[in-house]
Every structure is written in C-alpha cells, then in structure tokens.
C-alpha cells in the first residue's frame, strides 16, 4: 500500500457500482464501474457485465487497476470465486482489494437491491 500514489494516474474499479455512489472512494484516480446493469451513471467509464463470467466482460480496453472496491456485491453472487477470477485478471500487482459483504445475509437470489428488483417487477 505504501507504493499506491492516488493521483489522476491511477484506476479505481467498484464492482457492482450501480450509480456510482461510492465515487467519492477514488479520490483523484480515474474510476470505472462494472455492473451485471448497465446505467447512466457519473462516470463515462461503465462496464455492463456479469463479473462471474469474464467472458460477459469485454476487458481488452480496460486499464490494468489501482484499486478494487466492492460494497454489498458479493452476497448477490452465484459463484463469487469467478468473480474473484475476473478480478484478478483485472488488477495490477499489489493492488488493492476492499470487498465488504454482509455475512448475516446468506446468498440471496435477486442480483438487484430489494427496493429496485420490486420496481423492475423481478420480486413480488
């Protein structure tokens, strides 16, 4: 961590970053998002794919990243050990990785948040 310089160089990944509230994390990095839903969001940088399946991901184009972020993503995912995968294939050496998941809330079908699948008709 001690070699990570945030400045307008380096590349912010947030994994399931729906309409980039977490922005404000990548300081002056440049910060991209990658969602299974592609949205208008605040940033031009938006992957819409499936980061269980790096072949949904089309990443010859994409930066080798700085930092990878991912808030209440995991818990959604099928086979999170795929996702780590694409990850990996996504991140520069020594980068940093910050995932946080709620344990007390096992795997859970719906891959949008509760309120929006409702909206979407996904959920009763």
Known sequence: MKNLHMDTSCHFLDIGGRYG????LAGPCN????DINRRTSVTKHILGC???SLA???IKDLP???IVHSR???EHL?????AMRTINALTKRGSVLMIAAPFAWRYH???LHPIEAKLQGAVD
């Open 21 to 24: 509230e977490s922005k404000g």
């Open 50 to 52: 499936d980061i269980e």
């Open 31 to 34: 910060y991209w998002i990658i």
């Open 56 to 58: 949904t991901c089309d």
């Open 78 to 82: 099928r086979q999170p050990w795929e």
């Open 109 to 111: 079908a719906v891959r």
């Open 72 to 74: 209440d993503t995991f």
């Open 64 to 66: 080798s990243f700085d």
